[in-house]
């Protein structure tokens, strides 16, 4: 049952001040069996995505022939249509989703990658982040019992055999134990590891022939893409793991003082490899913001803890949640969020984690070299690259152009242009990167939803300014710059956003109105493109 006082391990997590049951880090029966499966798994990845001359053939059959079915009938018949990239997505979807699990999981990322991937693809592979259809429960109930060792009866007063959500690896749903405490059940799918790992070998040996036949794919990497979704949906095959990651980031949030998010607590002693049991919170949805806000909520101070803990988890101790989307995240009717879904974490080794510092602070203070320089280090340049023609031949201690006052060519042409010297010079993105300009890109999303009237620029500044008072000496200890002592350049910062010295204010809605924009120019030019090619 719940009690009534303060539990004692809020000294030590960012959990709930009512709690269902006590963590103590000693008694928990599952921890070791996740460090062991941890190294396990990560050992595991340069094997699956080393490059190899025969895949599995039987599974590569299956894709190749979804694949095919999604892209012949495009390429002969669709592809010069208006809605062209719109029909390409909606096949692809439609491919991934036969195929089952690894591309489903596949797809889900890519419908988080707003601003990284076309729009077209973001908004058809959204569809599959609550449209997969659930095991039976006679399926849920088998793998319980087996993983638990106990019949279902024994361990849970009553289950709902129907899940409140159902994903590509596993589905949830609502419990009473024995002790009528509530609970959420994660369960995960059977046979997936086996079809993980095979669809890995399939994808691990078409990726390198993609390499340089699509010139995007110079900086996306796509050998490094495999390894990154290697390296996160292996972990996901192990609760034990994931009940790990909600410990470290529980952990790191209480150390960090961020009292605003709070993390379920995992069970003691009901984690397997296939079944994670937990606490169970509830409260508004990320999107409700009508409710929050009946309830006295400010939704711009639930955005900006996320946004610092998020810096805070991934700047002092290299650990961050790597899958912020809003099915991840609910606010509780105390204004608290609850962080859910640990399956993929961003992990730092220390040399990683000053370079990550060092991008952001040197990026705040407008060291344009510095940054290039922590780029360089963390992996996204070579290490024999010379920055300052770098940083010439990008422009980057030139004036600022805004994007808005461009026609659509010359847009592309600049474009072009950066991709084209990214490219010779070898640039890649680091699976760490891609991670944490994911996570961006739902925060900016975020904005939108939570805050879309506050001054992007001021909050910038206070969440500095923050960092500098609290963390400055650390942060000057570690990289050699003292944000107490450099001024924040807030005309670099203007500059990130394509904007002019002039410019004294951004809201969202500010941003919307560039993006629409630069985007009716791109539409424009498409519709005069097909015109001049028949004159």
Same mark, same amino acid.
């Given at each position: ?10 000294? %030590? ?38 490059? @190899? ?72 592979? !959204? ?40 994903? !590509? ?99 003691? %002693?009901?984690?397997? @490899? ?7 919170? !509830? ?71 000053? !370079? ?48 808005? %006052? ?100 951004? %809201? ?28």
């Amino acid at each position: 049952m719940t009690t009534k006082s303060q539990p004692p391990d809020t000294t %030590t997590w960012a959990f709930t001040e009512v709690a269902p049951w006590a963590i103590k880090e000693n008694e928990i029966s599952w921890l070791k069996d996740a460090t062991r499966s941890r190294n396990e798994l990560k050992a595991e990845v340069p094997r699956l995505t080393s490059k @190899r001359l025969v895949p599995p053939s039987k599974r590569l059959g299956v894709v190749t022939r979804e694949l095919s079915l999604a892209f012949l009938p495009w390429y002969v018949k669709e592809r010069k249509k208006e809605l062209s990239r719109r029909i390409i997505s909606r096949r692809l979807r439609e491919a991934f989703a036969r195929l089952g699990p690894t591309y489903i999981k596949l797809g889900q990322i890519l419908s988080s990658g707003q601003g990284i991937f076309p729009e077209e693809v973001v908004q058809e592979f !959204s569809y599959l982040r609550d449209k997969v259809p659930p095991e039976s429960f006679t399926v849920v109930k088998e793998t319980i019992e087996r993983d638990l060792g106990n019949k279902l009866s024994d361990i849970f007063y009553d289950f709902n055999p129907e899940p409140i959500a159902a994903a !590509s690896i596993a589905q949830v749903h609502e419990a009473i134990l024995k002790d009528k405490t509530e609970v959420a059940v994660k369960v995960q799918r059977p046979f997936i590891s086996e079809l993980v790992r095979q669809d890995l070998a399939v994808m691990s040996w078409l990726a390198p022939f993609l390499v340089g036949r699509i010139p995007i794919t110079g900086l996306a990497n796509p050998p490094a893409l495999v390894e990154l979704f290697a390296d996160t949906i292996l972990e996901e095959l192990d609760f034990r793991v994931e009940a790990q990651n909600m410990l470290d980031i529980a952990k790191i949030l209480k150390q960090t003082e961020q009292s605003a998010i709070v993390v379920p607590r995992p069970h003691p %002693t009901l984690v397997t @490899r296939r079944v994670l049991v937990m606490q169970r919170l !509830s409260g508004f949805s990320w999107d409700n913001v009508e409710g929050m806000r009946k309830a006295g909520i400010d939704t711009s101070k639930v955005l900006r803890a996320c946004t610092v803990s998020f810096f805070e988890g991934a700047m002092f101790y290299g650990v961050f949640h790597g899958d912020l989307h809003g099915g991840n995240l609910f606010v509780m009717k105390d204004g608290k969020v609850a962080l859910l879904d640990y399956g993929i974490t961003g992990r730092l080794n220390e040399f990683q984690r000053l !370079s990550f510092m060092k991008i952001i602070v040197s990026g705040i203070v407008g060291d344009v070299r510095s940054q290039v320089e922590a780029f360089r280090d963390l992996g996204a340049l070579p290490l024999d690259v010379n920055i300052d023609k770098l940083i010439d031949d990008l422009g980057l201690n030139g004036p600022v152009v805004d994007p808005t %006052t461009l026609s659509a060519e010359e847009i592309i042409t600049e474009v072009q242009k950066i991709v084209k010297a990214l490219l010779n010079y070898g640039a890649k993105m680091p699976k760490e990167l891609m991670l944490f300009v994911k996570n961006m890109l739902f925060m900016d999303s975020a904005v939108a939803n939570l805050a879309p009237d506050i001054d992007i620029l001021q909050e910038i500044i206070d969440i500095s300014t923050y960092f500098a008072q609290r963390h400055g000496e650390r942060i000057a200890q570690e990289i050699g710059i003292n944000p107490k002592e450099v001024p924040i350049d807030i005309d670099q910062v203007k500059s990130s956003f394509g904007l002019t010295p002039d410019v004294q204010h951004l %809201t969202y809605n500010d941003i919307q109105k560039r993006r629409e924009i630069i985007r009716s120019r791109f539409q424009n030019h498409r519709k005069i493109q097909p015109k001049r090619n028949k004159l």
